[in-house]
């Protein structure tokens, strides 16, 4: 079975330094994607970043960046000079796209980033 | 930019009480899903539906729940004999077409809180 684990239910940064936040996953597939989700408090599921797991290259976008260890299956999310619209909850999630699978997410329960000013 | 919209954004329900929660997708999406996320919890897979058919579901999708595409264009989950712990957030997502090599996401909506009573 796909899981997902976020062993940091809680983390704090002060604004402007920069946080990173863990993730290990479990699959016995080789072609994958992993993800990190924000949710504010509006409950939104906003798409931060994705890696390819076919890819060695780590993604990022802009102040968000991954730490992808394929072989450790670790897949930990960066974020730079870390604002305060950054606070939320932030989920780890895994997409498995093979034989009939229609893909659904395996989410993480979460971490929650508070950010101080 | 198309988005995947929700309604009711919240729904307050007798125990008992059948609901339905509406869905529009992104319209030339094909792969459509719903997830469940509990209060403080982690989002949670409920079921995938492709080609007017149910393509997978996960154990929390048993005979209370059923889902349908009525009209080509809205996406429904229905709850028959609401529990009380069916209290949740309920996300609806809907993809394009993907495969290995041709990755689409999955687009989520905002939401709809279903508070039981």
């Known amino acids: 079975a796909q899981t997902v684990t976020q062993s940091q239910p809680e983390m704090s940064v002060q604004e402007a330094e920069t946080v990173t936040l863990s993730c290990t996953y479990d699959?016995?597939?080789?072609?994958?994607?992993l993800f990190w989700y924000k949710q504010p408090p509006s409950r939104q599921m906003i798409l931060v970043i994705r890696q390819e797991a076919y890819k060695q290259q780590n993604a990022t976008e802009n102040r968000f960046s991954v730490n992808f260890q394929k072989a450790a299956k670790s897949f930990s999310l960066k974020i730079s000079d870390s604002q305060l619209g950054d606070a939320a909850m932030y989920f780890c999630?895994?997409?498995?796209?093979?034989?009939?699978?229609?893909?659904?997410?395996?989410f993480g329960k979460g971490t929650k980033l508070s950010v101080k000013p | 930019e198309p988005e995947v919209t929700q309604t009711p954004s919240h729904q307050v329900t007798q125990m008992g009480q059948e609901v339905i929660l509406r869905c529009v997708p992104i319209s030339n999406h094909l792969y459509f899903y719903w997830y469940r996320q509990i209060l403080g919890q982690k989002v949670e897979f409920l079921v995938s539906f492709y080609n007017n058919e149910i393509s997978e579901k996960s154990e929390i999708f048993d005979d209370q729940f059923s889902v349908e595409r009525p009209d080509g264009s809205n996406f429904t989950l229905k709850i028959r004999s609401t529990k009380l712990e069916d209290s949740a957030m309920y996300f609806c997502?809907?993809?394009?077409?993907?495969?290995?090599?041709?990755?689409?996401?999955?687009?989520f909506g905002p939401g709809t809180r279903l508070t039981v009573l």
């Open positions: 699959t016995s597939e080789s072609d994958y994607y």
């Open positions: 999630a895994h997409d498995v796209i093979y034989g009939g699978s229609q893909g659904n997410l395996i």
């Open positions: 997502a809907s993809r394009g077409p993907f495969s290995r090599g041709n990755y689409n996401e999955q687009f």
